[in-house]
């Protein structure tokens, strides 16, 4: 994963932040990036659209569709970068869990 950035950023909204959960609204544009980053916490993502997410991670990338509803949880400590690989601006809620 490169260190340097050539994609627009995702937008980020914090909705809630309190000692049980951090809720995050992520907006992207097509070919928009979170930028490389390690997740502390344990954390759910529900889309909000469909999503085309390209997962960059340590050595390797993969392309996941996920459908606008479904949801899916991932461990504290995951590092990754996430793309809109789509043509469609996308957004999903992620919630971590403190």
Not at 67 to 81: L, S, V
């Amino acid at each position: 994963m490169s260190r340097y950035r050539a994609r627009p950023p995702a937008i980020a909204t914090t909705l809630l932040d309190d000692a049980v959960v951090r809720i995050v609204r992520w907006d992207f544009e097509p070919g928009a990036d979170t930028g490389v980053h390690t997740h502390g916490l344990g954390y759910v993502v529900v889309p909000m659209t469909d999503c085309q997410f390209l997962i960059e991670e340590a050595g390797s990338e993969r392309r996941v569709a996920i459908e606008k509803g479904a949801a899916y949880r991932r461990d504290a400590g995951t590092e990754h970068n996430v793309v809109n690989d789509g043509t469609q601006p996308m957004s999903f809620i992620e919630i971590e869990y403190k």
